[in-house]
């Protein structure tokens, strides 16, 4: 029996592309034309010119002055001594000048007296101390001494006095009982330019309410002065020693400036310090 013809496999055919399309055609570039090369302007030099036209200018104007300056004849100076220039213009007749300022108004014959006579008198019960660290015994101290005297830094201290032209130094020292003492400086300063005495209290009111070498407090004003003041400092107690208290009062009129100080082994009332500075203050 024959047998059935096997039917042929079919070949597969490869699939069908598109063909892919053509990349668009790209323009050229035009060629630019070439330009013609520019000269650059050189820098500065209009500048150099200007400059330079400027300094012959000055120079030329400064010559010419000078030459017409040296053509002229020189101007008189005005006289240095010119009488109408006082006055009054005339002086008045004896009759009609005014009296002189009696010296009790006068406040200047009072202070370029004898200053000696500004230290208030010594107060009952109180008798002269010659034991002071200071020569008191004719009312005057140098003011070398003074500086020395009273003050730790004593170079700079009267460096300081001569800057502001210190002129002298009066005062008196007392003590009452066995060990209470009084100083009383009185410190008179040139009238300058430098305001020496209203320098001097203001700079020790400065470091007074300090503790180390101050009273530690600021102390009360002395009625009637304005600037002056007065403290009670703080006990000074050393083993094998008494102990010491310390009032200070210090205040200005003028050129004169007042510093008074008071010592005892007991306590020191401000009635006492007030008292002496307010007597003081009075005198000036």
Request: charged share 25%; aromatic share 8%; net charge negative.
């Amino acid at each position: 029996m024959a047998e059935p013809p096997v039917p042929e496999k079919p070949v597969a055919e490869p699939p069908v592309t598109e063909p892919a399309p053509e990349p668009a055609p790209v323009a050229e570039p035009e060629p630019v034309p070439a330009t013609a090369p520019v000269a650059k302007r050189p820098r500065g030099r209009t500048a150099l010119l200007v400059l330079a036209a400027a300094v012959l200018g000055i120079a030329g104007g400064t010559a010419v002055g000078y030459d017409v300056q040296a053509g002229r004849a020189p101007t008189p100076l005005p006289a240095l001594s010119q009488p109408g220039l006082a006055y009054p213009a005339k002086a008045l007749p004896p009759d009609e000048a005014p009296d002189p300022l009696p010296a009790s108004q006068d406040r200047r014959v009072r202070t370029d007296g004898d200053l000696r006579k500004l230290v208030i008198g010594r107060p009952a019960g109180w008798s002269d101390d010659d034991s002071s660290l200071l020569d008191l015994s004719d009312g005057w101290v140098a003011p070398d001494v003074y500086a020395r005297s009273s003050y730790e830094k004593e170079g700079s201290m009267y460096e300081y006095f001569l800057e502001c032209d210190i002129r002298r130094v009066a005062g008196a020292a007392w003590k009452r009982g066995q060990y209470r003492t009084a100083e009383i400086h009185l410190v008179q300063f040139g009238s300058g330019t430098v305001q020496g005495a209203q320098d001097f209290v203001e700079g020790q009111l400065a470091y007074m309410p300090g503790s180390e070498i101050g009273a530690g407090n600021i102390g009360d004003a002395i009625k009637g002065s304005g600037n002056g003041r007065y403290y009670l400092y703080e006990v000074d107690r050393k083993p094998g020693y008494l102990p010491s208290y310390h009032a200070r009062a210090t205040v200005y009129r003028g050129d004169i400036a007042a510093d008074i100080h008071l010592y005892d082994t007991v306590p020191i009332s401000k009635k006492d310090i007030r008292t002496l500075a307010e007597r003081q203050l009075e005198r000036l």
